[in-house]
């Protein structure tokens, strides 16, 4: 269940507690939406910067930041000129040959399996895991124990120093309680494999529902830029090797997320297609639609999206400012693409 902290990384994970209640007290000053730059709003390209043809449907673009790309030394400064650098330079020219600045750039931080080799060992070493997307195999850090927390707020820390202040930098992701991909509520648990390694390198429910809660406290770190945080339904991985779905989870770190960063927070979910997901799906759904902006989505992979246009009409219907598009979507006229992103633009945002 989850247990108030005393400080963001810092700190063994308390003893576990029979308190009914799992909505953990407000620990921060959440940032006023006077400080915070304009939420992104309308399509995201998810690979980097949108083809020239589609600028005027497209106007923001994802930047993929692995941890190792940018830290490759414990401790150490930032990478000279590094992913994040290449995309603000490659904004500011559109926005240059445009003559208005529209480009907005959302930084995607890469914990899990790009997080370095040197941040991986801290905690008691990597833990192999595998993909069930595709079979593969990697190694992520022990991001649930205090060592991989304070280094992650120390990259995170400098991250804020150098960009928070960056006009076309709009958004960044937390992470650090991620595996394959930047959706920290997954563990992979189809794979009952995973499960047993995770258990076996000192994995804990409830140092987990703590790491959750640290990575979005050290949003506050940051002051002018959206903090976006990737939900799905939790899979929670019990001491005895099972695993469930905990959806109420979700909705109370939803919850948590608003009341650490009020609207500074972004709720996300990667996993949008037609006809869109039932079940604990559908309630976590329901919950963002409840909470209101700002929204992101991004959609399925092309095999499971189902019909792109019914998918983005679907996510301005329950709110949401944004959404990261397929990387198929240059296969559709950009008329196409057009009435979409005005329903998402004239969506409110706070």
Known sequence: MLLALASCGGGQPPPATTAPTRTPAATATPVTSAGLKSMIHGLVDRNGPPPSGYLGAVTNFVVDAPWSELQPTAGGPLAADNVIDQAIAAA??????????KVEIKI???????????????????????????GSTGTVGRFWTTAFGQAYDQLWTELAAAYDNVPVIHEITVARCMTFTDEPFLRDTSDPANVQSLLAAGFSLTADEQCEQQEIQV??????TRIGVAFNPYQAVQADGSATTDEAFTASMMDYCRSQLGTQCVLENNSIRTPPLSGAYAQMYATMEVLG???????????????LQS????????????????????????????????????????
């Open 219 to 224: 949003g506050s770190e940051w002051h002018h």
């Open 92 to 101: 500011d020219s559109l926005n240059s040959a445009a003559g208005d600045g």
């Open 293 to 307: 902006p700002p929204i992101t989505f991004q959609t399925s992979t092309e095999d499971k999206i189902g019909n």
């Open 311 to 350: 998918t983005l009409e679907w996510a301005a219907t329950i709110g949401a400012d944004a959404v990261e598009l397929p990387e198929q979507y240059v296969d559709q006229p950009v008329a196409v693409l057009e009435p979409a992103a005005g329903e998402l633009q004239d969506n409110p945002v706070s």
């Open 108 to 134: 995607r931080l890469m914990a899990g399996v790009d997080a370095p080799a040197w941040a991986q060992q801290l905690g008691g070493g990597p833990v192999t895991l595998v993909n069930p997307e595709d």
